[in-house]
């Protein structure tokens, strides 16, 4: 089976208070191999990118309304009048609140869902085929 990756680099804003943010360098990542997830990576100022893994049907729901508990949460907002993504992470090392420009992301989620339509992500996995060759033993 053929496997497909979707990516796109677009420029996060992490901010730090309600009138102050930085840009982020990151990378939104989909594997067809891997399809209930997305992979964020930020390109921040160290020597290792910040790698994040969540579902896709978080980011999905989050870029319509508030969902997510935990370690990650994801919800719209406007900001200046544009659509943005929120994305609040949490981790034993702190907490991040990450915006993202809503129509990159829209457009980037569009992709992952014509690459594996969502409901088909188990036919991906190839668990049928593993588990009739280890019954066959």
């Known amino acids: 089976m053929d496997h497909t990756v979707v990516e796109r680099e677009l420029e996060l804003r992490l901010v730090l208070s309600p009138e102050r943010s930085i840009p ?4 939104l990542g989909y594997r067809s191999d891997d399809p209930y997830a997305v992979h964020v990576t930020f390109h921040i100022d160290s020597e290792h990118p910040v790698d994040w893994t969540f579902a896709r049907e978080l980011l999905v729901d989050g ?3 508030p969902c997510g508990h935990g370690d990650v949460r ?3 907002a406007k900001v200046d009048g544009h659509g943005v993504v929120l994305m609040a992470l949490s981790s034993p090392d702190g907490d991040a609140l990450l915006q993202a420009p809503a129509a990159q992301v829209s457009a980037w989620l569009e992709r992952t869902l014509r690459a594996v339509p969502p409901g088909s992500e188990g036919r991906r996995l190839g668990l049928d085929g593993a588990l009739d060759e280890l019954l066959a033993r």
């Open 63 to 65: 870029v319509f309304r």
């Open 74 to 76: 994801v919800w719209p």
């Open 24 to 27: 982020v360098p990151a990378r």
